[in-house]
Structures are given as C-alpha cells and as structure tokens.
T-cell receptor
Framework: AQSVTQLDSQVPVFEEAPVELRCNYS??????LFWYVQYPNQGLQLLLK??????LVESINGFEAEFNKSQTSFHLRKPSVHISDTAEYFC???????????FGDGTTLTVKP | EAGVVQSPRYKIIEKKQPVAFWCNPI?????LYWYRQNLGQGPELLIR????????DSQLPKDRFSAERLKGVDSTLKIQPAELGDSAVYLC??????????????FGEGSRLTVL
C-alpha cells in the first residue's frame, strides 16, 4: 500500500519570494515520484518526476524537487515565485510495477503581488 | 497531439437521476483511469483499464457506479442513481503503460458533477 501526505494545505507567499511545498510518502515497494500542477479551471499536468539517478529534478519553469529516500520525502521548491505560479500542486507516487498512482490532497499555492 | 478529452465539463442533476461521463484518451494509450476528486482532496482512483480489461476496480462503488471501455479506446463512467455525496470532479487520465514505463498520467480537464 502507498500513501502520500502533503504537509501544507495552503501556502500564501509574496511574488519573488522562495517557496517550499512539502511531500512525504510511504510505500512498501519501489516507487516513482511526481509533482502535478492544476491551474484554475484546467486539468492536472505533470510538473516534474523522479524515476532514478540524480535525486534533484527540475522543471522547465524553475521548480525543483529533491528525492530523499531516508526521509521518504519529495519536497518541491522554487527560489522566486511569480503570480502565474498560483495553482494547486499535487504530489503523487506510482508503483514501478503495477502502474497505480496515489495522490496527496494537494497544496494550494497563492502568490500575492 | 490531442490530449485527453472529457465530456461534459459540467453537469447538474437532481439526486436519484442517472448521469454519464465520457472520456477519449490520447491515441495509443492503452491504460485509462477514472479518478474522483472531492473538494479539497486529491484524486482517488475509481477504476483502471488496460486495453478493454478493468484491472483494478476495487474502489468503484459497484452498487451505483459502472464503467466500460469497449474496444479499448474511449470509456464511459455511469452513476445510477446519483446521490448528494457524488458531487465531485470526475477525472479521466491515460498513459501508455507497459513494463518499465514511468506511470506518468495525462489528464483531461474533468467533469464537474453537482447533485442537488
């Protein structure tokens, strides 16, 4: 069984400030890790993913996440946020063998001017 | 490349009425998922298809929910009769799943159901 805990349901920040969205997971099997983003009135879309190799993964719009196996975490960070980053962010784990994804409850990031 | 297409985007019905949602996955994606997303929560899996076979329907409330994926392409999720607690966004996702694939999901925009 797998579970995902997103530790913050809402994160308000000012524009150009750094942000960290926290995600912890538990699983009895090997997993892949994902962050999905959902902009208002849109579907979920992949932001970044960790499959193997380097524990630090980056997205094209400046987000990064670090896989920490000992702490079973996959926190998402951005050094300087923009108004357009306002969205809901979901952390997810996928069983490497069964193709089943489990999602956290999401973190609403609100970037204020 | 066309994305995952869902319809309708919004549906308002009275309780005890039936409702159906349709999903057309990305061409070539053999695996299709239906998720339910309640307000303030993450998506929860209802059913997963590999081609036309439902390989995981353990979370589907079978007394009122049914799904089908004829010919292994598009899919329909039905609720009959709907209850107030069924109000949620129903998400369809697809992926080209095989041994060694990453499990990255491609989502549609969702169908928002309101039961009055």
């Amino acid at each position: 069984a797998q579970s995902v805990t997103q530790l913050d349901s809402q994160v308000p920040v000012f524009e150009e400030a750094p942000v960290e969205l926290r995600c912890n997971y538990s699983s009895s099997v090997s997993v892949y890790l994902f962050w999905y983003v959902q902009y208002p009135n849109q579907g979920l879309q992949l932001l970044l993913k960790y499959l193997s190799g380097s524990t630090l993964v980056e997205s094209i719009n400046g987000f990064e996440a670090e896989f920490n196996k000992s702490q079973t975490s996959f926190h998402l960070r951005k050094p300087s946020v923009h108004i357009s980053d306002t969205a809901e962010y979901f952390c997810a784990v996928s069983d490497t063998n069964a193709g089943k994804s489990t999602f956290g409850d999401g973190t609403t990031l609100t970037v204020k001017p | 490349e066309a994305g995952v297409v869902q319809s309708p985007r919004y549906k308002i019905i009275e309780k005890k009425q039936p409702v159906a949602f349709w999903c057309n996955p990305i061409s070539g994606h053999n695996t299709l998922y239906w998720y339910r997303q309640n307000l303030g929560q993450g998506p929860e899996l209802l059913i997963r298809y590999e081609n036309e076979e439902a390989v995981d329907d353990s979370q589907l409330p079978k007394d009122r929910f049914s799904a089908e994926r004829l010919k292994g392409v598009d899919s329909t999720l039905k609720i009959q009769p709907a209850e107030l607690g069924d109000s949620a966004v129903y998400l369809c996702a697809s992926t080209a799943y095989s041994a060694g694939s990453t499990g990255e999901l491609f989502f549609g925009e969702g169908s928002r159901l309101t039961v009055l």
